[in-house]
T-cell receptor, first 113, second 111 residues
Framework: DARVTQTPRDKVTEMGQEVTMRCQPI?????VFWYRQTMMQGLELLAY????????DSGMPKDRFSAEMPDATLATLKIQPSEPRDSAVYFC???????????FGPGTRLLVL | GNSVTQMEGPVTLSEEAFLTINCTYT??????LFWYVQYPGEGLQLLLK?????DKGSNKGFEATYRKETTSFHLEKGSVQVSDSAVYFC??????????FGKGTRLHILP
């Protein structure tokens, strides 16, 4: 049963610290998405990759957030420095161009104190 | 631009009640339409989809029909269960990798 995996599942950190979240997309998928979910803003698209190339990161605060795909099996989302307003659940999703469906990971719950 | 509007929640129903969650869309072109569901503590998962006008998507007793004339894709279920308690997202895509999601509707089913 192929699934998207995310690590860590939970992260508590202090303001100013660096946070790195990792995602392993489903093998063979060529698109990867990073979302942030909060009660106030709902689900927001932060960045999206196709074939490891970033296509859209307009939803991401550029000064502190960065997203990369070092290889086809790993996507990372980094926050440096972290702030309390970054507290949220961060989801990774993967898909295959043409199939339209996205498959979501279980999320990383981030709390910045 | 392309957008999805769905009814605000929370929606609270008793077990075995009939469910409707309204969803309308605005799109340039011919979108594919989806309902995703998010159970507590989990990521979103696809519930059903429809790719062209008059198609009906169905899964787990849920149904939604793609209505081009009313630009709607309302989610229905004839008899809800406590286990259906979740957040439901209406969404669309237009021949693109990106999906545009609605804000979600929280559903509570009381035993």
């Amino acid at each position: 049963d192929a699934r998207v995996t995310q690590t860590p599942r939970d992260k508590v950190t202090e303001m100013g610290q660096e946070v790195t979240m990792r995602c392993q997309p489903i093998l063979g998928h060529n698109t990867v998405f990073w979302y942030r979910q909060t009660m106030m803003q709902g689900l927001e698209l932060l960045a999206y990759f196709r074939n490891r190339a970033p296509l859209d990161d307009s939803g991401m605060p550029k000064d502190r957030f960065s997203a990369e795909m070092p290889d086809a099996t790993l996507a990372t989302l980094k926050i440096q420095p972290s702030e309390p307003r970054d507290s949220a659940v961060y989801f990774c999703a993967s898909g295959l161009t043409g199939l339209e469906t996205q498959y979501f990971g279980p999320g990383t719950r981030l709390l910045v104190l | 631009g392309n957008s999805v509007t769905q009814m605000e929640g929370p929606v609270t129903l008793s077990e075995e009640a009939f469910l409707t969650i309204n969803c309308t869309y605005t799109a340039t072109g011919y979108p594919s339409l989806f309902w995703y569901v998010q159970y507590p503590g989990e990521g979103l998962q696809l519930l059903l989809k429809a790719t062209k006008a008059d198609d009906k998507g169905s899964n787990k007793g849920f149904e939604a029909t793609y209505r081009k004339e009313t630009t709607s894709f309302h989610l229905e279920k004839g008899s809800v269960q406590v286990s259906d308690s979740a957040v439901y997202f209406c969404a669309l895509t237009i021949r693109d990798d990106k999906i545009i999601f609605g804000k979600g509707t929280r559903l509570h089913i009381l035993p």
